[in-house]
């Protein structure tokens, strides 16, 4: 219905937003990421995604693209909805959500509120075939990051993120093959084998 609204910010709450535009106040649910990066009277330009349901209808907001379309691949994977992609994106960035699933890291993506393992494993199963590996492969290494692979299974955890893109057992050992994974990240490996292959 919405593509995206402008407007100033007349309102703060925990899980939602007011966004006034054209003298009438949009409800918007975001991610409480998203909301503490907006300030009080300052305008804005808020991604959208108006979902109906049978008791309700409900905008969602996002500050960028990359967040709704996370939000509508979560909400599209079985037993999740709305709420439960709101809450996995207030808890892990789209690029950290993205990293789990790629490294089948059922862990980080089960820290979200209301998510639990199975739910988890669902999200990576549905969405593996959905991430942009070239996408992540451009991002620049992130600091302090939720994943680490020395916490995840270390060189085998590294060979299954690589198999789940798709590359042969063979391919994996062979990227991986002579770089020194000891005080290097999730998101560092994944890079520097991809390059290799």
Do not use: C, H, W
């Not at 959905?130 to 290494?141: A, C, G, V």
Request: hydrophobic share 40%.
């Amino acid at each position: 219905m919405f593509s995206y609204l402008i407007g100033e910010v007349k309102i703060l709450r925990e899980d939602y937003i007011v966004l006034e535009t054209n003298n009438i106040g949009y409800k918007i649910f975001m991610s409480q990421k998203n909301i503490s990066t907006l300030i009080k009277n300052n305008t804005y330009k808020i991604y959208t995604e108006f979902v109906v349901r049978d008791d309700a209808v409900l905008l969602y907001g996002f500050e960028n693209f990359d967040d709704l379309e996370m939000f509508l691949n979560l909400k599209q994977v079985s037993g999740i909805g709305p709420k439960a992609a709101l809450s996995i994106l207030s808890t892990l960035t789209v690029y950290e959500i993205e990293l789990a699933i790629i490294g089948n890291d059922i862990n980080t993506i089960s820290k979200a509120p209301g998510i639990g393992k199975k739910s988890a494993s669902r999200i990576i199963l549905e969405l593996s075939d959905k991430i942009d590996i070239e996408k992540i492969n451009n991002i620049p290494t992130i600091s302090n990051p939720k994943v680490n692979i020395q916490n995840s299974g270390d060189y085998e955890f590294a060979i299954e993120a690589l198999m789940n893109l798709g590359y042969t057992k063979m391919d994996a050992e062979n990227s991986l093959k002579g770089l020194n994974i000891e005080n290097m990240d999730l998101s560092d490996i994944v890079k520097a084998a991809l390059k290799r292959m």
